[in-house]
């Protein structure tokens, strides 16, 4: 696998406190990878590091086979940050060539990219009204458009719908899965888990600067699966079917839960109902999702150190 990102012991301190300490992170190029952790947890800084705006104390940190301080390598970047605060006074057609001209596009091609990355961020038409007048949507498109107008092979994301309804988050997860088809990498930071969970094909979890765990979806969420199977009645041949096809737990007269090895196993589980005669209502397998394990593995809300659950102080 070639890296896109690699870091080793990469370390940020301020005013001697360790706010992310020894990360070892590898994407590979292509992936789109989500960055997940609570408030504080040292995630924009980690991504102000891997574009060289911030400094690390110690540790190398490696994009696109470079350095970041590396012009080459930096015009090969794109960027949304979290905080976009842009020239208000400009239109976004101005504002995209501004930043189109600044990472070296000739004017010829900003003519035609412009109006293309308009169009693809939902904007068409829109482009020659002042960024002041833009709505806090609009203005997360515009800064989606910046992002990828100079045909970045790394693209940041910092929590790129944070400011969109949700018809602007699906339409952003087309984006994302569109860089991916044509072999750009994505880092994307958010803490809207399922659109993360629905775009990423791995993801790392940080906690206090430091990553907890960090694997594709199948191996964090894949392994044992409870699935729900509700049925008019039981017959004992049918238990004994499911019993043996995984471990089973009944919940009432007319559900069961029967835990089974994985995805794998649900047809056979299908076929066993559907043989004994009986009238199938639902078979839900209850898979895991990022929030529960980011509960689990995070627990606290990294600010306050609060239970996100119950409110004590972990
Ligand atoms: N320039 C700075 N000077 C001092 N402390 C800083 C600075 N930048 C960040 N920090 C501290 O570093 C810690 C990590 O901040 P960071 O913004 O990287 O977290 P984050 O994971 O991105 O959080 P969030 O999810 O809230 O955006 C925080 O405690 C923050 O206060």
């Known amino acids: 696998m070639t890296l896109a990102i690699q870091t080793q012991h990469l370390r940020k301190e301020y005013k001697g406190r360790a706010v992310v300490q020894g990360l070892d992170l590898e994407v590979g190029e292509g992936e789109v990878f989500g960055f997940l952790g609570p408030n504080g947890a040292g995630k924009s800084t980690t991504v102000k590091m891997l574009l060289g705006l911030v400094r690390p104390t110690s ?35 101005e504002f995209l060539n501004f930043h189109g ?11 035609t990219r412009i109006p293309a990355v308009l169009k693809r961020v939902g904007l068409d038409g829109r482009g020659n009204e002042a960024l002041g007048g833009y709505s806090k949507g609009m203005l997360q498109r515009a800064g989606l458009a910046g992002a990828i107008l ?16 949700p018809v602007g988050r699906v339409e952003v997860r087309e984006i994302i899965q569109e860089l991916r088809r ?30 907890v765990r960090a694997g594709t979806l199948n ?3 894949g392994g044992a699966l409870p699935v729900m199977i509700k049925v008019d009645r039981f017959t004992p041949d049918l238990l004994a079917d499911l019993g043996r096809l995984g471990h089973l737990e009944q919940q009432g007269a007319q559900q069961v839960s029967v835990t089974v090895s994985g995805e794998e196993a649900i047809p056979a589980l299908a076929n066993a109902v ?14 895991h999702d990022l929030e529960d394990l980011f509960l689990e593995l995070v627990g606290t809300s990294g600010d306050t150190g609060q239970s996100a659950l119950t409110g004590r102080v972990a």
């Open 59 to 93: 540790g190398s940190v490696k994009v696109l086979g470079g350095s970041p301080d590396d012009p080459a390598v930096r015009a090969r970047l794109g960027f949304l940050p979290e905080q976009f605060r842009f020239q208000t006074w400009m239109t976004a057609h």
């Open 101 to 111: 001209q600044l990472a070296g596009l000739k004017a010829e091609e900003l003519r």
């Open 150 to 165: 100079a045909h970045p092979r790394l693209v940041f994301l910092d929590e790129p719908t944070s400011a969109l309804d």
């Open 182 to 211: 044509e072999g750009v990498t994505v880092f994307l930071n958010s803490h809207l888990l399922s659109e993360v969970e629905q775009v990423s094909d791995r993801v790392a979890f940080v906690k206090a600067g430091e990553v």
């Open 219 to 221: 191996e964090l969420l």
């Open 274 to 287: 559907s043989a004994s005669g009986v009238q199938l209502y639902a078979l839900t397998p209850q898979r």
